[in-house]
């Protein structure tokens, strides 16, 4: 317990502030513990996570991964973080730990592929099925914005 505790940090955030921008190096893992985050693609709010919710767990997957999306604090945050370099190691050293992280991001991960999946159905639906594969890209991009 003492070297986990040595391996992580808390972190508080401002309501509105900018926890990490797309395309920035996804450099940890953090865990909501207390308030809400808003993760945005374009401007979207795609998602508004709060107290268990992960952030970042791409980072424990994928060392070199950058932010897919941004993250911003929607009330004041605090959060327990967990740096990238690593992980690997550090989840070797800790296996019920790792065993428990991976559990419950094969869960989040899982259902962000369904609501993803439902999205591409919805998008089939609404173009019908038989338009070529540049068209259906082109509707997805209008779609977005």
Request: net charge neutral; no cysteine; charged share 25%.
């Amino acid at each position: 317990m003492d070297q986990l505790i040595r391996e992580t940090t808390m972190s508080d955030a401002a309501a509105g502030s900018t926890l990490f921008e797309e395309g920035d190096p996804a450099d940890g893992v953090a865990a909501i513990l207390e308030g809400s985050v808003e993760v945005l693609k374009q401007g979207r709010v795609l998602a508004t996570l709060g107290p268990g919710s992960v952030l970042g767990e791409l980072s424990v997957f994928v060392p070199s991964a950058s932010r897919t999306a941004t993250a911003r604090a929607n009330s004041p945050v605090r959060m327990i973080k967990w740096r990238a370099d690593d992980v690997q190691g550090r989840l070797a050293r800790h296996e019920r730990l790792a065993t428990a992280i991976v559990a419950d991001m094969a869960f989040v991960l899982a259902e962000r592929l369904d609501r993803r999946t439902q999205d591409v159905v919805s998008l089939l639906k609404a173009a019908g099925t038989r338009l070529p594969v540049s068209e259906l890209e082109r509707f997805r991009s209008r779609a977005v914005e």
